[in-house]
């Protein structure tokens, strides 16, 4: 930390260019404090550490997020072609849930994602 920023904001923002999120400007309008939680905690310790591929992450990631009912996951989807994601693995993991989290999750997910797939803006 010579420099005086913590490493885990450089592995985050690696992980977050990866990701083709930039540097989740989203977040960092909201509020500096918390885009630096998510940076260095979630993207810098989380995602960068060994034993699952970035892809592996982002398949959790959606998942639980749709489970959830999360409107983050819009961001996930806009993106998700940068890890190799295509429109119908998306649908299938939408549809993968259907059983575990309910129907009405995964209507609010397919919603989320063909607003996405539209162009909208996708809502944190």
Same mark, same amino acid.
Do not use: D, N
């Given at each position: 930390m010579a420099d005086g920023k913590d490493p885990r904001e450089a592995a985050g923002l690696a992980v977050l260019a990866q990701l083709g999120w930039g540097e989740n400007e989203g977040v960092r309008e909201l509020d500096e404090d918390l885009w630096r939680i998510v940076t260095e905690t979630n993207f810098?310790?989380?995602?960068?550490?060994?034993?699952?591929?970035?892809? *592996?992450?982002?398949?959790?990631?959606?998942?639980?997020?749709?489970?959830?009912?999360?409107?983050?996951?819009?961001?996930?989807?806009?993106?998700?072609? *940068?890890?190799?994601?295509?429109? *119908?693995?998306?649908? *299938?993991?939408?549809?993968?849930?259907?059983?575990?989290?309910?129907?009405?999750?995964?209507?609010?997910?397919?919603?989320i994602l063909k607003r996405t797939q539209a162009g909208e803006k996708p809502r944190l």
């Open positions: 810098g310790t989380i995602w960068a550490r060994p034993g699952l591929s970035l892809r *592996e992450r982002e398949l959790i990631c959606l998942s639980v997020l749709i489970a959830i009912g999360a409107h983050g996951v819009a961001l996930h989807f806009k993106h998700a072609h *940068e890890l190799g994601f295509t429109p *119908e693995e998306l649908k *299938e993991i939408i549809l993968q849930v259907i059983p575990y989290a309910g129907l009405p999750k995964a209507l609010q997910a397919m919603a």
